[in-house]
């Protein structure tokens, strides 16, 4: 059984850091890439980055880009997000998530979401 | 990158048929036939229902549609259950390497 599972939320400090985990297991980690979406509390998703199943090609959403690092360890089933910076608008429930496979943008398993919230 | 526009809320009466839409522009659901559907139930993760603007994955009743014209997609939902009462986004890639999701809509079942 495909299970992604988040950790490392909580609540931390404007301009703070913190590193969100997703332990992977039920699939061949290495083979798949990976991404990071958010959800604003009560509102919708916003795709956040993704990585290439090596580690070689990382994307991100323009308003993260110079403040969140996405990256993996395939050797413990990982997946990794630095979140760097924050602001009041990165409060979010972080949700991992497998590409599908089919347009490279279509997400086929997702986590249960960890919690960010950035305040004072 | 602008979010994709959907309907905040729409509703049916179990057996009935409803369309939700999805606007966006050239650069996005125009331009490319990467459009997907997810359906989100309270306190859950969003689940995949339609690719490539009509595939369904495996498991996805056929009761679930997908559809494409111009800047907007369409998911149709026939047949309404009230299983089908949950939140669904659209999303479209939008060109180098980014992916935008539409604001969701709230689907009822009367």
């Known amino acids: 059984e495909v299970q992604l599972v988040e950790s490392g939320g909580g609540l931390v400090q404007p301009g703070g850091s913190l590193r969100l985990s997703c332990a992977a297991s039920?699939?061949?980690?290495?083979?798949?890439?990976m991404t990071w979406v958010r959800q604003t509390p009560g509102k919708g998703l916003e795709w956040v980055a993704n990585?290439?199943?090596?580690?070689?090609?990382?994307y991100y959403v323009d308003s993260v880009k110079g403040r969140f690092t996405i990256s993996r360890d395939n050797a413990k089933n990982s997946l990794y997000l630095q979140m760097d910076s924050l602001r009041a608008e990165d409060t979010a429930v972080y949700y991992c998530?497998?590409?599908?496979?089919?347009?490279?943008?279509?997400?086929?398993?997702w986590g249960q979401g960890t919690l960010v919230t950035v305040s004072s | 990158q602008s979010a994709l526009t959907q309907p905040p809320s729409a509703s049916g009466s179990p057996g009935q048929s409803v369309t939700i839409s999805c606007t966006g522009t050239?650069?996005?659901?125009?331009?490319?036939?990467?459009v997907s559907w997810y359906q989100q139930h309270p306190g859950k993760a969003p689940k995949l229902m339609i690719y490539e603007v009509s595939q369904r994955p495996s498991g996805v009743p056929d009761r679930f549609s997908g559809s494409k014209s111009g800047n907007t997609a369409s998911l149709t939902v026939s047949g309404l259950q009230a299983e089908d009462e949950a939140d669904y986004y659209c999303?479209?890639?939008?060109?180098?390497?980014?992916?935008?999701f539409g604001g969701g809509t709230k689907l009822t079942v009367l």
């Open positions: 999303s479209s890639y939008a060109g180098s390497n980014n992916l935008v």
């Open positions: 050239s650069s996005d659901v125009g331009r490319y036939n990467y």
């Open positions: 990585i290439k199943q090596d580690g070689s090609e990382k």
């Open positions: 998530a497998r590409d599908a496979g089919y347009s490279g943008y279509d997400f086929d398993y």
């Open positions: 039920g699939f061949t980690f290495s083979n798949y890439w």
